[in-house]
């Protein structure tokens, strides 16, 4: 499975990823909703594995290839490494953040 981002991203001051998620998909309710000094985004921070894992999906990079590498980087720390990317990724495709190549999302 390629996992592949739904939405842009920022780094934040601890150099980690702020994950960008509309308040409003409907433009003309972000436009009127949303005050003009308000960022029409919320921003759903990531932890340093996750920050990792957001950056590494990158449309190209399989599951596998990304849990090596995030083992290659992390070690002990990170285990065990697949279940735990498994669980996250299940997360945040249930929650939209990204979707997979292999799957059409309805």
Excluded: C
């Excluded at 998909?25 to 436009?31: G, V």
């Excluded at 009127?32 to 920050?51: C, H, M, Q, T, W």
């Excluded at 299940?90 to 190549?101: M, W």
């Amino acid at each position: 499975m390629t996992p592949l981002r739904n939405y842009e991203h920022e780094l934040n001051e601890s150099k980690l990823i702020d994950v960008l998620v509309p308040k409003f998909k409907n433009e003309f309710l972000r436009d009127f909703l949303v005050p003009r000094s308000r960022s029409p985004y919320i921003k759903a921070n990531l932890d340093e594995f996750g920050s990792e894992t957001w950056l590494l999906m990158n449309g190209e990079n399989k599951v596998e290839l990304i849990a090596d590498k995030l083992n290659e980087k992390f070690g002990d720390r990170i285990q065990p490494v697949l279940g735990r990317l498994t669980t996250f990724l299940t997360q945040l495709y249930k929650n939209g953040f990204i979707s997979f190549k292999e799957i059409e999302r309805k």
